[in-house]
C-alpha cells in the first residue's frame, strides 16, 4: 500500500518516472477538475485548465515538499491558474452549461432532483458572477477551508485584501442569494 | 429579548465571528449583542444559509480521464528538451560569435571618442577625492556636477550610412534570439494544450 501512497508516488515521479505521476493525476483530477470548474463555470475549460494544473505541478515538483499532503498543493495551482486564465479572458462572466448540471443522486424524487439541481446551478452561477480574485477567496475559504493568513500567501495578496475580498464576495453572495430564495 | 437597538453589529465582524477569527473576549461580546438583537441574528442567519449552502454544493464528475493527455503532454515535453538546451547553447553560441564580430567596430568607436585613460579618468578622481576626506566631498559633488553639465555622447552608430554592417549584424541577432525564444514559448504553448 505503501507504493501507492502520495508521498510514494511523488517521489517516483521525481526520480523521473512519468508513470506514478499518471497514478497521482487519476487519483486527484476530479478534486483539481471542480475547483476549476468552479471557478470557470465551464466544464470544458475546466478540464483544460485541471490538465495545466497536472501539467504546472509537474514542473513544480522540484520545490514540493513530499512529506506535506500532494492535492491541496495542487487546488492551490489550479486557483492561481484559474486566476490567471480569467484575467486573461476578460469573458468569464458566462452563464452554467445546465447540460452540466447533474450532479444529485438517481434515488431522490424528480422534484427533490431538479430543486438541487436549480439550486446548485444557481449558486455556481452566482459565484461565477463574482470579480476573479472574489472567486478565488471564496474558493479557497470556503471549499478548501484555508485560513485567511494561507489565502493570503496561495494568492500572494496581503492580508487585509483577503478580508475585504472575502467581505464582499460573501455580501454580495448573500444578497444574490437571498433575493433568489 | 430587546427588539429594539440602537447600535448594529456590522456585517464585517458577523463574518470574521462565523469564520472564528475573533478572541474569546470580542466573541463573548458579539453574542451577548446577539443575544438581544434579532436584527443581527438575521444577519448571521442568512450568512450561515450562504456558509451552508457553498458547503452543500456536490462535486461534479469528471466526464474524461485527463491523465493519459497529462502523460502524453509530459512525455512530450521530455522528448523536446534536449532539443531546446540544443536551441538555447546554439543562441548562445552564435550570439557571442557575433558580439566577437563586431567588437572591433564598437572598439573602433568607443577609441575615436574615448582614450583609455579618459575611460578611467573619473575612476581615478572618484579615488583621490574620497581618500582625502570629508572636507573633499563637496569638490567632489562639483566634479560631479561639471561631469554632468558637460557635454555627453556615447559612441554613436552612423547608421544607415557609414555603420550599415553594424546595424546588419545586430539586426541579424536580434531576429536570431527571438527566433530561439518564439520556439522556446511555443513549446510552452503545446505542453499546456496537448
Known amino acids: ?181 | 429579548m430587546s427588539k429594539d437597538r440602537k447600535y448594529h453589529l456590522d456585517e464585517w465582524s458577523l463574518q470574521e465571528y462565523l469564520d472564528e477569527v475573533f478572541a474569546d473576549e470580542d466573541r463573548e461580546r458579539l453574542e451577548t449583542h446577539l443575544a438581544e438583537c434579532d436584527l443581527c441574528v438575521a444577519k448571521v442567519h442568512s450568512l450561515k444559509f450562504l456558509y451552508s449552502e457553498m458547503k452543500r454544493l456536490p462535486d461534479e464528475p469528471l466526464a474524461n480521464d485527463l491523465s493519459a493527455r497529462v502523460i502524453r503532454s509530459l512525455t512530450l515535453k521530455e522528448d523536446r528538451k534536449p532539443y531546446l538546451q540544443r536551441i538555447l547553447a546554439a543562441q548562445l553560441a552564435a550570439a557571442v560569435i557575433m558580439f566577437l564580430a563586431i567588437w572591433p567596430r564598437i572598439s573602433l568607436e568607443l577609441e575615436n571618442r574615448y582614450s583609455l585613460v579618459q575611460l578611467i579618468e573619473p575612476l581615478r578622481k572618484f579615488a583621490d577625492l574620497t581618500a582625502q576626506g570629508t572636507l573633499i566631498v563637496s569638490e567632489f559633488l562639483n566634479w560631479i556636477q561639471a561631469q554632468l553639465t558637460a557635454t555627453f555622447s556615447m559612441p554613436g552608430i552612423d547608421w544607415p550610412f557609414t555603420g550599415l554592417p553594424l546595424v546588419l549584424v545586430i539586426s541579424a541577432m536580434i531576429l536570431f534570439w527571438l527566433l530561439g525564444n518564439g520556439l522556446l514559448l511555443r513549446e510552452s504553448a503545446n505542453g499546456i494544450h496537448q
Open chain 1, 1 to 181: 500500500m505503501e507504493n501507492n501512497s502520495d508521498r510514494s508516488l511523488v517521489l517516483r515521479t521525481k526520480r523521473g518516472e512519468l508513470e506514478p505521476y499518471g497514478d497521482l493525476v487519476r487519483r486527484y483530477q476530479g478534486s483539481v477538475f471542480n475547483v476549476c470548474y468552479r471557478m470557470l463555470g465551464n466544464p470544458q475549460d475546466a478540464e483544460d485548465l485541471t490538465q495545466e494544473t497536472f501539467i504546472r505541478a509537474h514542473s513544480r515538483l522540484d520545490s514540493f515538499d513530499c512529506d506535506r499532503p500532494f492535492i491541496p498543493w495542487a487546488r492551490r495551482i489550479a486557483v492561481n491558474l484559474c486566476l490567471n486564465y480569467i484575467n486573461r479572458n476578460q469573458r468569464y462572466v458566462l452563464p452554467l452549461d445546465d447540460e452540466f448540471e447533474r450532479s444529485v443522486s438517481n434515488e431522490r424524487s424528480p422534484e427533490s432532483v431538479t430543486e438541487n439541481r436549480e439550486r446548485n446551478a444557481s449558486l455556481r452561477q452566482e459565484i461565477c458572477m463574482l470579480p476573479a480574485h472574489y472567486r478565488a477567496v471564496i474558493e479557497l475559504r470556503h471549499f478548501q477551508e484555508l485560513s485567511y493568513l494561507e489565502i493570503s500567501k496561495a494568492l500572494n495578496i496581503p492580508l487585509s485584501d483577503v478580508k475585504s475580498c472575502l467581505f464582499r464576495a460573501r455580501k454580495s453572495l448573500a444578497q444574490r442569494l437571498s433575493t433568489d430564495v
